[in-house]
């Protein structure tokens, strides 16, 4: 009955019923979303989808964000879900490690530009879809994840697939054929991580989502039990597949609530470091030069994740604590641009990456962390961070997202365009017409 | 070292050593497959396929067989290994019931057809890619069918991408890259049989396939050790992967050889007593009038899935021992038009169907029947089959694959094109050019 009850909250739910903070939270994830989708558009990944789309040769019916292009409406899909999880920069559901945004909103945009629907429909979509994906997340999880699956490309496919129904409002049966297209293409193995093949998932998972629909629609048959039958999605995919967590309390909690975003480019170990260096560098606005030495006192998992010492590259960079700290002092932030090659190797950094001493207190929590700076003229300043920003008990305020936002796109979008675009997604719900909307996404 | 070994190989497999059986089994593969896919071409799942594909409108670059018309090659493979499931006629690989054509064949012609290339490179290409598929069938197998596994679908796109990469001439590094992009992407749960999904499934793996070697060749970055890595392919599905079936003895044995046809379209089980029908038929050309009553012999397995006395569709006549004894004997052949609803309402099958006895003998092996008629002046005609037509051991005749080729396609295709169909494909690999193979494969 999993599958059938699911499929009746979706198509009973209604846009007024959802709760107002739902609806801002799908825009602080859209906000975030499509900063990191435009920030990584022209990466030699995109470029290889790109010339196999160019190959198939399908319309130009939807736009590939941030590339002045279109392309057909599944492979639009794909590439905006790819980008968007270029700088492993998106959005997070800390308790499964799913990416919600990745695979969702691809598919819901893809279709809603070939459509001609608007900002509300959008949202709704992707709140119901985020819902659909992070219930199926917390049912496999854990030994879903421990076996090997890359959790966001498997239940991202089924998330996309009924923010996609929802939109074409689909009868129950081909809502529930919908859901078994989807959930019969679980992708994503974690051994793919550290290659493109990573945030080729979600995007896959937008695609195959997207086309699930789309057959459904059009009455093509599948499983109408498909999530919890005896060898369907649930049992094939988990050790213990939790169904109840998939429809219980339905309504009443949203787990797009719980979203959260990451303020540096980096693992999030790291966090806790580069918030206190950020923070002494705009409570006291000191220049590296001036600086002697810095205790760092961290959680142990920061050593052991990200000790490299002397990083050389700009992935590097992102297992060294050491360097995230430097940035975070000098730059006042750790967004992609902080771990490119150059800055890793700029002089000024290394000076100051070699003045950081690292301390492990194992009575600290993973988002703890002590910094204390002993300046030449024998200051000292120090900060502790109870929770760095980002985690559940700090979120990204919209000031700080916004900033990401400028930070990622500033390669992609003029200034003028990232102003505007900011300015819609925080009047989306208001946008009867997303043509403009596509066309601020590029240059 | 699995992937490396395996993508070695593979590379250094060269047309020149391939068997000469292996082509054999390589155009019987093709002959049998192509019957299937074209007779089914006007499925409704197929219009469904097609309409989505004309949505996103891609070109008109590879054959949809059957249909007079070209698609995007990557929707051209969907649409034909989708096609060549649908009627459940295809080759199996009796072992792990792996179906090896329907992934890739479709995603070999679609390259094909785009490339211009020639009927030997078809050929091998396919030996190849049965190779990879039914190795990693062998090697998953169990344990991956029995948690749910559509095995079609999960080792299918894997098979796909190698015969593809073969074609493409990839480096190792790229090859390896194909082989992981398909690793990451299993298709297909087995709660989808008797939905239209389940033929979607090899149709998707070739869609896949094709996809995962075209992005390789452009750089596109994946594990390359995909099957073997702790969170890789083997063991996210399988509980005991066996690794050593998938390169041992590579050169020494050929699972092609191993392929198997159905000369019926119905369950391998009610096969014994089909082909004792037949052969009583032929010998003794006798008319169903003459029939006072038929005693049949049969395995415990045959009564308890296909034991169903009344059939009223066509579906549920392959269900029924009863219907397909009598079309066996009547019409001498048990192909798809004998599994029609007006079939199983014919008059004269009704009547020579309620004169049919079944006796289960537990002595009988499942691919043994008795079948014993009493005809109406007396006369008692007996056949015991040792073994039925289609079995390991006794493979359907190049001539019963012809018979069965025009047979399904007989209400797609012109006599004059089936007939030069066939020569072609006995001639496959002497095909400099494939353009009057596709022009052939439709009205």
């Given at each position: 009955m999993v599958t059938a009850t699911l499929v009746q909250r979706l198509i009973d739910s209604k846009y007024e019923d959802l709760p107002e903070q739902t609806l801002i939270e799908a825009k602080r994830s859209l906000l975030n979303w499509l900063g990191v989708a435009i920030g990584a558009a022209w990466h030699p990944s995109m470029d290889m989808v790109m010339g196999l789309a160019d190959t198939v040769g399908g319309k130009a019916q939807a736009t590939v964000l941030g590339r002045g292009v279109k392309t057909d409406i599944l492979f639009a899909a794909l590439l905006n879900g790819m980008s968007s999880h270029i700088f492993d920069f998106d959005d997070t559901l800390l308790e499964t490690v799913l990416h919600p945004s990745a695979p969702v909103y691809p598919a819901i945009l893809s279709y809603a530009e070939l459509k001609g629907l608007t900002g509300k429909d959008v949202l709704q979509a992707f709140v119901l879809g985020c819902e659909v994906e992070e219930r199926l997340a917390l049912s496999l999880y854990p030994s879903h994840y421990w076996r090997g699956w890359h959790i966001t490309g498997t239940v991202g496919t089924v998330g996309a697939a009924a923010a996609i129904a929802k939109l074409q409002g689909l009868d129950h049966l081909r809502f529930s054929y919908a859901i078994g297209l989807a959930a019969t293409e679980p992708t994503g193995l974690r051994e793919m991580f550290g290659t493109m093949t990573k945030p080729f998932h979600p995007g896959k998972a937008a695609m195959n989502g997207l086309m699930a629909a789309l057959l459904a629609e059009s009455g093509f048959t599948s499983s109408t039990q498909s999530l919890e039958a005896k060898r369907g999605y649930g049992h094939v995919l988990s050790e213990e597949p939790k169904f109840e967590r998939v429809t219980d309390r339905w309504g009443e909690t949203w787990e797009i609530l719980k979203n959260s975003y990451k303020p540096f480019a980096s693992g999030i170990v790291t966090h806790p470091a580069i918030d206190g260096a950020v923070r002494i560098r705009n409570k006291h606005s000191i220049l590296p030069e001036q600086v002697a030495s810095i205790e760092l006192e961290v959680h142990p998992l920061v050593e052991e994740l990200?000790?490299?010492?002397?990083?050389?590259?700009g992935l590097e960079g992102k297992f060294s604590v050491y360097h995230c700290t430097a940035v975070g002092l000098i730059d006042g932030k750790a967004g992609v641009k902080q771990f490119s090659d150059e800055r890793v190797k700029d002089e000024r950094v290394v000076a100051l990456r070699d003045k950081i001493r690292l301390s492990v207190n194992r009575e600290m929590q993973e988002d703890q962390a002590l910094i204390r700076a002993t300046l030449n003229d024998g200051r000292v300043i120090e900060e502790f961070i109870e929770h760095a920003i980002g985690s559940m008990d700090v979120p990204m305020t919209n000031a700080q997202l916004e900033e990401k936002f400028y930070d990622v796109t500033a390669d992609v979008l003029p200034a003028d365009k990232q102003k505007q675009l900011v300015e819609l997604v925080w009047e989306f719900d208001k946008l009867e017409d997303l043509s403009q909307f596509f066309a601020l996404c590029s240059k």
């Open positions: 990200t000790g490299k010492t002397n990083p050389q590259t």
